[in-house]
């Protein structure tokens, strides 16, 4: 049978014991769940010598499925959010061959053969998949939802590479119920979203680009289109926060790595930083929510990434520093144990809960369901639709406004204070780098480089203010109590005596970064 029409689809990475449990699972919260159905699927994808169709993000195959083959074509691939929604053009062939008259969609059949050409198409790769299939549905609004939970492997050339995914695609019923179905489904199984489509996965395989590890994920710069909308900006800002925070949710929870709670909470950060700037177009009782659990997140991985700092950029380059007398052994035995025991297991905890899982779902729709939609707000329409610059101009104005109101009494700022200018200074930053592909690069470039660099003096005043918790942290007895006195003595000492040319350092570049001009206005 042909089939032709927009799909949506969620595509979600798991362990496999994981999958392999959901595949049995009974019921599922909300849904009625049938019976699971097991397939072989045997896809072999085409493209042009210069992948002319993977550049138009359109992919071809035919798919064997027990004795049947069936040609599918798809416009517009890709994957944000683990959301995938490309225009979907599927009809029986006879073999594996080939054959573009059976394309019903006039505009589908144009769309290939524009891109095609005269260029010939040969085979690329080939996935080999063991599909695991379950339906879900809902009478309440006609939800269906079709489960396939595939394990198999990707084939270039003499080449495998194993694949585990889970697809939901939405049948019919709003697109929410993918996200709601995700929740009753995994509760505290932790996943990731799938970065790539099969199709895109077999091209990185084929050209020898190794799998996306689990490593701490950095932000990629925002780029947006010209011309974009405030709200499609928007959209873009919450995509880039939501794969950094979902990547670095799974680098914390595979490794030790001190980078990984650092990322994360960067990404938390940017996010709620986003929430903030973008505030005017915004419905405030849709992102309050979000707003509250990102907070709860950033501060549990902030409290790991504190203790990551004290031993390793405050206690560690001192210990070769200090006289041979000290010894900083039981100093850092307490403060590894109290970050490995209690600080990283509470936050590990948390990331493997149904808590954090509701929250990336619930994130994932907000971003690609246009969760700010306010109802109550008749001017949202408009302020959405405004070009992105006008928007930028004044959050970034307003941002700095705030900055400014700390920087006019900076000699007067008490610890406090200091640490509430940083934050406003990270904002600011956060900021400028949303919005700095719409200036000159020449502009924006100084600015924020004065920003960083301020950024990191008032980051290194914090820690050393944070220091100064040591004792309060590190209660020792016994033996080991003088020496861990000492050492955290001499820590303090040192530190703060490098904090005194440091303010000034930050008063000189403070000064030099409020007479840079400033390219927004």
């Known amino acids: 049978m042909s089939k032709s029409g927009r799909e949506i689809e969620l595509k979600l990475e798991l362990e496999t014991t994981a999958q392999d449990a959901l595949k049995r699972a009974g019921s599922i919260d909300g849904f009625t769940a049938s019976r699971a159905v097991n397939k072989t699927l045997q896809s072999i994808y085409f493209d042009t010598p210069d992948q002319a169709l993977r550049k138009a993000r359109i992919s071809l195959r035919v798919r064997k499925s027990g004795n049947s083959w069936v040609q599918t074509v798809k416009l517009g691939t890709g994957v944000m959010g683990g959301l995938s929604s490309p225009v979907e053009a599927e009809h029986p062939v006879k073999g594996r061959a080939l054959d573009f008259s059976v394309i019903e969609d006039p505009a589908v059949h144009d769309r290939l053969l524009e891109i095609i050409g005269d260029a010939p198409l040969s085979e690329c790769f080939e996935t080999v998949m063991k599909r695991t299939v379950r339906n879900l549905t809902r009478d309440s609004d006609g939800t269906f939802i079709e489960l396939a939970f595939d394990s198999g492997n990707i084939l270039a050339g003499s080449g495998s590479q194993p694949l585990t995914e889970l697809e939901m695609e939405l049948k019919s019923g709003p697109s929410i119920a993918l996200f709601e179905a995700g929740k009753a489904l995994l509760k505290d199984i932790p996943f ?41 900006a928007f959209r873009d800002v919450l995509r880039s926060c939501l794969t950094q925070i979902s990547e670095n949710r799974l680098a914390v929870l595979s490794s030790d790595d001190p980078e990984g709670p650092h990322q994360l909470r960067v990404g938390l950060r940017r996010l709620r930083s986003a929430f903030r700037l973008f505030r005017p177009i915004l419905n405030p009782a849709t992102m309050a929510p979000l707003d509250r659990t990102a907070k709860v ?41 109290l970050r490995d025991e209690c600080t990283r297991t509470t936050l590990t905890d948390h990331l493997k809960s149904e808590e954090v899982n509701g929250f990336l779902l619930d994130l994932a729709a907000y971003t690609e369901g246009r969760g700010w939609l306010d109802p109550e707000n008749f001017g949202q329409t408009q302020l959405l639709a405004q070009p992105v610059e006008t928007h930028a101009g004044e959050a970034l104005a307003k941002q700095w406004k705030k900055v400014l109101k700390y920087g006019k009494r900076l000699e007067e700022l008490t610890v406090p204070e200091r640490h509430e200018m940083r934050k406003a200074m990270k904002k600011m930053r956060y900021g400028i780098e949303f919005f700095g592909c719409l200036y000159p690069k020449d502009t924006v470039k100084p600015f924020l480089k004065r920003m960083k660099k301020l950024q990191d003096i008032f980051g290194y005043l914090n820690d050393v203010a944070m220091a100064e918790q ?34 000034q350092h930050a008063k000189g570049y403070w000064e030099a970064t409020r007479e840079t001009p400033k390219f927004w206005t």
């Open 192 to 232: 990731r979203f799938s970065p790539y489509s099969k199709a895109e996965r077999g091209y990185r395989f084929a050209e020898g680009t190794a799998p996306a590890e689990r490593a701490p994920y950095f932000a990629e710069n925002v780029s947006f289109d010209s011309g974009i909308t405030t709200e499609h």
């Open 297 to 337: 997140i950033a501060t549990e991985a902030g409290s790991l990434r504190d203790l990551d700092v004290l031993v390793d950029e405050i206690v560690m380059p001192l210990v070769d520093r200090a006289p041979g007398t000290l010894s900083f052994d039981a100093l850092l035995e307490n403060l590894n144990a």
């Open 470 to 503: 040591l004792p309060v942290k590190c209660k020792v007895s016994g033996a080991n109590a003088l020496a861990t006195n000492q050492a955290i003595g001499f820590v303090i000492g040192w530190h703060e005596a490098q904090c005194q040319a440091m303010w």
